[in-house]
C-alpha cells in the first residue's frame, strides 16, 4: 500500500535543528518518475513549499529560497526514506510539516503532518 | 514566484447547491510545450493533510466523486462542487506546479 510514514520530534529549541524522517512504503525513493517534498503549514504563512530531492540517474535536490540557506533534504536508499534538516530554527519556523510524493510538481501523496514547535 | 490568490476567502453553501471557488495565478501556468494547465486543487479537513482532487486543472483524482470538476486556463481556474454534500465541509485550496518554487492559494473555508 502506497503511504508516507513522517517520524521526528515535535519540540525543538530555537537555534537547534529540525530533523524529520518520511519513511515510504509502497513506492522507491530511487523511483525515475516522482519527487520527494518537504511542505510546511502555519497560519501566518499558509501552505509552503521547501524543497525536494528526485533521482534522475543522479539525485537533485531544490529548495526555496525563503530556507535554502538552512535546509537539507536527503534521500536515504537504504531505508528508503527522505529527510528534513533545517537549521537555526526561530518560533517563525513553528509548523505541521508534511511530507510528499509528486509527480511533475504534483502532490498526489501526502504523510500525515507532525507539528513542530520551537520553543524553549 | 507564481502567486496564486482564491476568492471568496470563505463561502457558504446549503447543501444540494452548486459552489464555485475561484483561483487565479500572477502568471501563466499552461505550458507552450505539452497544453497542460499545472494546476491542482485539494480539500483539506480539520488535522488532516490535503487531499488531492484535481491535477492538470480539470483531471480528477481517482476515487474523487464526480461533482467535484475544475475548469479554466492560463491565469483563471475554478473549482466546481456541483451539488454540496454534507462531507464537503472543508478547507480547498488550488496549487500551482509550473515553476519552482510550488505555491498555493490562501485556501478557501467552505461552510454550509
Known amino acids: 500500500q502506497l503511504q508516507l510514514q513522517q517520524s521526528g520530534p515535535g519540540l525543538v529549541k530555537p537555534s537547534q535543528t529540525l530533523s524529520l524522517t518520511c519513511a515510504i512504503s509502497g513506492d522507491s525513493v530511487s523511483n525515475n518518475n516522482v519527487a520527494w517534498n518537504w511542505i510546511r503549514q502555519s497560519p501566518s504563512r499558509g501552505l509552503e513549499w521547501l524543497g525536494r530531492t528526485y533521482y534522475r540517474s543522479k539525485w537533485f535536490n531544490d529548495y526555496a529560497v525563503s530556507v535554502k540557506s538552512r535546509i537539507t533534504v536527503n534521500p536515504d536508499t537504504s531505508k528508503n526514506q527522505f529527510s528534513l534538516q533545517l537549521n537555526s530554527v526561530t518560533p517563525e519556523d513553528t509548523a505541521v510539516y508534511f511530507c510528499?510524493?509528486?509527480?511533475?510538481?504534483?502532490?498526489?501523496?501526502w504523510g500525515r503532518g507532525t507539528l513542530v514547535t520551537v520553543s524553549s | 514566484d507564481i502567486v496564486m490568490t482564491q476568492s471568496p476567502d470563505s463561502l457558504a453553501v446549503s447543501l444540494g447547491e452548486r459552489a464555485t471557488i475561484s483561483c487565479k495565478s500572477s502568471?501563466?501556468?499552461?505550458?507552450?510545450?505539452?497544453?497542460?494547465?499545472?494546476l491542482a486543487w485539494y480539500q483539506q479537513k480539520p488535522g488532516q493533510p490535503p487531499k488531492p482532487l484535481i491535477y492538470?486543472?480539470?483531471a480528477r483524482e481517482s476515487g474523487v466523486p464526480a461533482r467535484f470538476s475544475g475548469s479554466g486556463s492560463g491565469t483563471d481556474f475554478t473549482l466546481t462542487i456541483s451539488s454540496l454534500q454534507a462531507e464537503d465541509v472543508a478547507v480547498y485550496y488550488c496549487?500551482?506546479?509550473?515553476?519552482?518554487?510550488?505555491?498555493f492559494g490562501q485556501g478557501t473555508k467552505l461552510e454550509i
Open positions: 492538470w486543472a480539470s
Open positions: 510528499a510524493r509528486a509527480i511533475k510538481g504534483y502532490f498526489n501523496l
Open positions: 502568471q501563466s501556468v499552461l505550458s507552450s510545450i505539452d497544453n497542460n494547465n499545472y
Open positions: 496549487q500551482q506546479y509550473y515553476s519552482l518554487p510550488y505555491t
